[in-house]
């Protein structure tokens, strides 16, 4: 061939590669070795290109070796690439090991150089290797801690203790998600983003602890409670608390168990399980955990308590938006907007504003659960929460969102039924609560406001389920008579 038809040949060669990995690419196809292909092409344009004659004759073979060198690299490439990472691409097996494409490749190259340098350059590597005993002793010391993590690369390769993907902890410092496993190095990604390397030998010598094994993912902390909870009551807190967190799987279970008694509080230990993740998922899960055991502490009069070294008392100021700002009169006036007690007197008004409960609830966090008993409605003061049903197939489709002034649970107030839908705060919210023990006295002492709420509800579901008249008036007696049943026994 010409000169120029060597270089056209190779510039066509090479600009028809980029077409072919991104081919490969979309049919989600292993990468091909477009690079040492390209690389191959230009040395054979560069050696095709040499003036006969130049370099003499003693030092051609030499300027040969490269160019064979680079297509017998390229040939072993491709023939691993399609033995080895087609078939798994296109499911016929199941891909094999990183670190066997890697040691192939590399048996193969090394064979291919002892070859090449003995027929073009009539070089014997292996018999200068295996006649210089200097050499020997000195390529056997270099290679032992590459061998040894070879070897242990191989070890953690076939042994299946983890692979790509999996989050694990590597003795006690080394926590991330596996990057990738050669024949050199393990790598990781830690929580911050950076690339941890460590060495094969160290990953075996180390105690390894794979997160994702068995399809969940442990978060165990604890957290101190003041020795005025009693421990049953504050497991009990807890656990409420994290089977309402829709993150927390439901088996395994999650577990609470006092761990110590400390200076100034008694500790809980909290074990809890959610789907397989990184450090990210671990850390945000516990943060949001955290947040809304504080939130049911507060709610229940209690607090997370701390060393106090002084010896006067001391209280920690409420903020603006603390539930227990919230007066009496902003409670009626609140209460007097709600469409089941705007026909109170001023005197039932006070006497309900008394006794409900101004609650509020951290973000994400669920203020009731779809299908639990319902003893209590509540009216949203601020904030946002959205209400969710779950479908047939599990799937929980969301289906309003309530703003300051909306009620939520007063048929289970009423009727004592199980909550129909779940309702999760959006923002931080302040509700007030009505329970069935706050409306109880008002119906002892006005008969008429039984039949009034009974009205009123069914009413509001007439317009939420267009009823037809007969239906709304039937669920109205219906209503009515499991009314008198619930509150014949709290009254009397």
Known sequence: MSLPQVWLTAVVLITLLLPLQHLARRLTLPDLPVRLAAAA?????????????????????????????????????????????????????????????????????????????????????????????????????AAQEPLKDLLAGLELQFDDVFKVGDFIQVGDHHLGMVVSVD??????????????????????????????????????????????????????????????????????????????????????????????????????????????????????????????????????????????????????????????????????????????????????????REGDPGQSLYQLVSGRVEVRKQQKGGEVLSVAQLNPGDIFGEMSLLSGSPRSASVQAIDECVLLKVAQDDIAPLLQGNPGLMDELARLVTARRHQLDDLSTESVQAQENQLLRRMQQIFSTVIW
């Open 41 to 141: 092409l230009l040395a054979w344009a560069l050696v095709s290109s040499l003036p006969q004659g130049l370099p003499p004759d003693p030092y051609r073979p030499w300027v040969l070796i490269a160019d064979k060198l680079l297509f017998s690299y390229l040939g072993i490439r491709l023939l691993i690439w399609l033995v080895l990472e087609l078939p798994p691409a296109l499911g016929w097996q199941r891909p094999p090991p990183q670190i066997l494409v890697q040691l192939l490749m590399l048996a193969g190259s090394s064979l291919a150089t002892v070859i090449v340098l003995r027929e073009l350059a009539r070089f014997d590597v292996v018999g200068l290797v295996t006649t210089s005993a200097v050499l020997t002793a000195v390529l056997g010391l």
């Open 183 to 368: 024949w050199h190095d393990t790598c990781l990604r830690d929580v911050s983003g950076s690339l941890v390397v460590i060495p094969n030998t160290m990953v075996t010598e180390a105690v390894v602890k794979n997160f994702c094994r068995f399809g969940s993912m442990g978060n165990r902390f604890t957290i101190g409670l003041d020795y005025a909870l009693p421990p049953a009551q504050a497991r009990s807190l807890i656990l409420d608390v994290l089977r309402r967190n829709s993150r927390v799987l439901s088996t395994p279970a999650p577990a609470v168990r006092a761990e110590s008694f400390g200076e100034s509080a008694i500790s809980y230990e909290i074990l809890v399980f959610q789907r397989p993740g990184n450090l990210s998922d671990l850390l945000e899960l516990r943060s949001e955990l955290l947040g809304q055991i504080w939130y049911a502490l507060e709610r229940n009069g209690q607090s997370v308590p701390y060393p106090v070294r002084e010896l006067r008392p001391r209280r920690t100021p409420l903020d603006s938006n603390h539930p227990t700002r919230l007066e009496t009169g902003e409670r009626m006036a609140l209460l007097r907007h709600n469409p089941l007690f705007g026909a109170l007197s001023e005197e039932e008004l006070t006497s309900l504003a008394h006794q409900a409960r101004c609650l509020r609830f951290s973000p994400g966090e669920a203020v009731v």
